[in-house]
């Protein structure tokens, strides 16, 4: 054989192993919330993180690059907190901003002066990061920008986004300048499980696999919709990454938060569609979450609390929702989640549901995730228990909301059906019927 074409299958080879494993993929598909974090010094202004620097002046740029890193000492920065909150609220990986567009280094590194060890506080804020969240079992990930506004600055480029110029593919010294920032943190911070390449990621992403061959990339090597939920579920995994309010960053002044009850639809459509959702916050310039996005996350705990087995490890229905209720389905099992994100469903009151795509087999119980189906606070004369029957219309349901989660009795979150032994349904069997 030619030695030209010896090397050419050597090529083809290799890149088929560059890739992310599928073994991984599954598990990281059975993880399925996950909190991204971003921050970085230019949150002392409250503005978007690092774009500013595009189509900026001079002195701008200056003051930029030289005066914020004096005035970054975020002395309330205590990761375990966040961490804790983390877990409670049912994320199971993290991913932090080791580096944004900006190019400022949240970690310790040699490549650059323009880092947090030169900056007041003195401290690797990634390293903390990674161990608090490793410390409460959640898988540790990190984004990372091939992009880098300080290295384009250095080097005589102008700042910008999307171009040739600044193309690590078709930069060579800013290729090589990311390849060494990411030896550092894929060496020295022991095993990442998620990075999030937040640019052009052409000989980076396979830098990665090589360094840890189990990493999984998300951004740069699979669908990751920013701000939306595709219309129909996509194929194979991919990751939907949201904001609480408007902006990535901390945004202390003109901001509008989505509610706990919105961001919770959110997940529930992103996994019915068999997606992933990373979720983001943004912590003051001092290290406190803002209080708006501690509010949502213990509202989205308190919810993961009830019903978090029916959003980790579970994979989309034959049908993603049927009106206002939507499905999961527990990952190699036949077990059904019903999400009932209709109109509030008061404590103490019965409901009924059909649902056509669902049908119940000799072997099935339906209940409702969180409760006993037993008793009824303060009326022990009512038994809330839940009931089904199966007919040639579907599988109908009665149940009673019977756990009381506020002081009020209100609950304006979803409540899910939790229907075991299942089997697909009219709507199934009519899909059948129609493909032929």
């Not at 202390?252 to 979720?279: Q, V």
């Not at 939507?326 to 103490?348: C, D, I, Q, S």
Request: aromatic fraction near 12%.
């Amino acid at each position: 054989m030619q030695p030209l074409r010896v090397l050419i299958l050597l090529a083809a080879a290799l890149a088929a192993q560059a890739q992310n494993r599928p073994e991984r993929l599954e598990w990281f598909r059975d993880l399925g919330f996950g909190l991204f974090i971003h921050w970085s010094l230019d949150s002392q202004l409250g503005s978007v993180i690092s774009h500013s620097l595009v189509g900026a002046d001079a002195d701008y740029v200056r003051r930029f690059f030289v005066d914020l890193p004096r005035t970054f000492h975020p002395r309330k920065f205590y990761p375990r907190d966040w961490a804790v909150l983390a877990r409670l609220a049912g994320f199971r990986y993290v991913v932090f901003t080791a580096k944004h567009h900006s190019g400022f280094c949240m970690y310790a590194t040699a490549t650059t002066p323009f880092n947090i060890m030169e900056t007041p506080f003195r401290r690797d804020i990634t390293a903390e990061v990674l161990a608090a969240f490793r410390e409460q079992g959640i898988a540790p990930g990190l984004y990372f920008s091939p992009d880098d506004f300080w290295f384009l600055h250095q080097n005589g480029r102008r700042i910008e986004r999307d171009t040739d110029a600044v193309n690590p593919a078709k930069f060579p010294a800013l290729l090589d300048y990311d390849k060494r920032q990411l030896g550092e943190l894929l060496t020295r911070y022991g095993p990442i499980d998620v990075i999030f390449l937040d640019g052009p990621a052409e000989g980076l992403r396979e830098e990665c696999w090589r360094l840890q061959p189990e990493i999984v990339v998300t951004r740069g090597a699979m669908e990751t919709p920013e701000q939306f939920i595709p219309g129909e579920p996509v194929e194979g995994p991919w990751e939907a990454c949201m904001t609480m309010g408007t902006q990535w960053q901390y945004k202390p002044t003109n901001e509008s938060y989505k509610s706990g009850t919105e961001l919770i639809g959110i997940l529930i459509e992103t996994r019915a569609k068999g997606g992933n959702l990373l979720l983001n916050v943004g912590p003051k310039p001092d290290g406190e979450l803002p209080i708006e996005q501690e509010e949502r996350l213990r509202e989205i705990a308190l919810w993961m609390f009830v019903n978090s087995e029916a959003i980790h490890a579970v994979r989309p229905w034959i049908t993603t929702n049927e009106g206002t209720i939507w499905f999961t389905r527990k990952r190699n099992e036949n077990t059904v989640y019903a999400f009932v994100t209709g109109p509030r469903w008061n404590f103490g009151a019965w409901r009924e549901f059909t649902l056509r795509s669902v049908r119940a087999t000799e072997r099935t119980r339906v209940s409702i995730l969180g409760q006993s189906d037993e008793v009824l606070e303060y009326k022990p004369d009512v038994i809330p228990r839940t009931t089904w029957r199966q007919d040639a219309e579907g599988l109908h349901i009665r149940a009673m909301r019977a756990q009381r989660l506020y002081n009020d009795r209100t609950w304006p979150n979803p409540v899910v059906l939790k229907i075991t032994h299942a089997e697909p349904g009219e709507i199934a069997r009519r899909a059948r019927e129609g493909g032929k």
